[in-house]
């Protein structure tokens, strides 16, 4: 269990640089950040987004779930706010990043399956 964890949270922050590389206005300093980052992105995606969800719910429906991009771009945002060495410089880059976050996400747990 903890093995895995850690391996999540090595995938996570790997894919956090690549991210950094790809959307301009977020600037990650190297991996050390990147670990934390993901970390603190894991915890508050963990007890803050379910609350941010149902609050949003309203606004989720009627956008057809489309609010929800909104809701992980200001989950990332937040996360970069409370890890130094990581820059999200924007709602924008906070919007593509989280997407972009997202795309590789899915490619790696396509390619290798569930890490945890």
Do not use: K
């Not at 300093?29 to 987004?49: K, P």
């Amino acid at each position: 269990m903890l093995v895995e964890l850690f391996v999540h949270l090595i995938v996570t922050a790997a894919l956090i640089l690549i991210v950094a590389n790809l959307v301009s206005g977020i600037e990650v300093e190297g991996w050390g950040s990147a670990f934390i980052g993901a970390l603190v992105l894991g915890l508050v995606n963990g007890l803050i987004r379910p609350l941010m969800v149902v609050l949003t719910l309203p606004l989720t429906v009627i956008t057809l779930g489309l609010f929800l991009f909104v809701v992980n771009a200001l989950m990332l945002w937040l996360s970069a706010s409370l890890v130094p060495g990581i820059q999200v410089r924007g709602f924008g880059a906070a919007l593509v990043g989280s997407v972009v976050l997202c795309i590789l996400n899915v490619a790696v747990t396509f390619l290798f399956g569930p890490i945890v």
